[in-house]
């Protein structure tokens, strides 16, 4: 029998290759390649319209964006965010000299606990940098009412949350539009992709204006350089191909969410294993399926993770370690486990399962049974796995 080819926890959506060929050849005619060619600006304005925010611009990927977003507001001192997360985001502080100041997550919904905010605040806080974990929304509100009383801006990685809605005033709104800046990726792993790529959301033109300044190393004009500014810009490839992209985006995120309600149909009595619950006000983009496996599951997180892989399904420890573990952050005083209990109950248990568009529904039947296979003592006759010393795997 031929081998059974790997299960990824995603795959990356490409358009058809005959659709994206005609814009390569208007690429290779014109010679226009990157500096906000016409890809990049049809691509700006199509993005605008389709995710319902004013002020969009583009990056090579949203690492470099997060780093300019702070640059842009000249966020300096102590910024407070969430351990749960992609490494990237920390990284964007330190990269710009900021010390990253942890606090715990909600247990319901993952996103920092805006709770927990006003206590972390000290004279040097600038800033608060949360994110929409899996795409769930933060509690917006929550955390601009701290923002606003103690005079902080905003920066959320939005990096999950391409085209989720939330009701507001009786309209579904983007929730990019919260905060002074949200930042969003194009990776190949996202719900949309760009191969690489990334975007500033601006509330205005002059603040947009600003942040393409500096994502152009600072130029104004030919001559006049007014920022220290990076080179941040998206080039005419993954513009283009965006263009491309965006014409089914919906009907991936669609089929999505169908791979997520056919998981939802098969592991809701599963003993100790929790789904995340969502808002009914909101329209998710369904880019993650986590699972939490706490210890009522018999086989234990890492048992399951394990067990798939041995049959051939490479769910993922999304976000284990917390980026408060890695060597960098450890000896912070925020990054003390005592003060991280949720975030860090959330890494030991979280499991992201395969979800992506092409994923046959057999394939989840599949994956759904062996998860619940590891309900059952009986089925568990190998000795559970402890838990790994924390290192990345792969
Ligand atoms: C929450 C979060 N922030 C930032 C990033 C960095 O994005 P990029 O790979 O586009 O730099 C990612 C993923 O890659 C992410 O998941």
Known sequence: MAARKPIYVTQPELPPLEEFLPYLRQIWDARLL??????????????????????????????IALVTALQSLRITGEVITTP??????????????????????????????????EAAITPQTTAIMPIHCYGTPCDVEAIQRVADNYNLKIIYDAA?????????????????????LSVLSFHATKVFNTFEGGAIISPDAKTKQRIDHLKNFGFVDETTVVATGINGKMSEFNAALGLVQLKHVDDAIARRGAVEARYRAQLGEVQGLRMLQRDAGMTPNHSYFPVLLGPGYALGRDGLYKRLREEGVMARRYFYPLISDFPMYRNLPSADPALLPVAR???????????YPALADADVDRIAAIVRSGASRRSTAAAPVSPPALAIVD
Not at 106 to 115: C, E, F, G, K, S
Not at 160 to 180: C, P, Y
Request: aromatic share 8%; net charge negative.
């Open 34 to 63: 990157t500096n906000s060619g016409p890809f990049h600006q049809m691509f700006e304005a199509a993005l605008c319209e389709h995710l319902g925010v004013k002020h969009i611009s583009l990056f090579t990927n949203a690492t």
């Open 345 to 355: 109950a959330a890494a030991d248990q979280v499991l992201c399962l395969p979800i």
């Open 84 to 117: 749960y997360s992609f490494v990237a985001t920390a990284h964007s502080l330190m990269w710009n000299g900021i010390k990253p100041v942890f606090v715990d997550v909600d247990p319901v919904t993952l996103n920092m606990d805006a709770a927990r905010i």
């Open 160 to 180: 999950h949350a391409f085209g989720v809605r939330r009701e507001e005033g009786g309209m579904l709104r983007s929730v990019l539009n919260h905060g002074d």
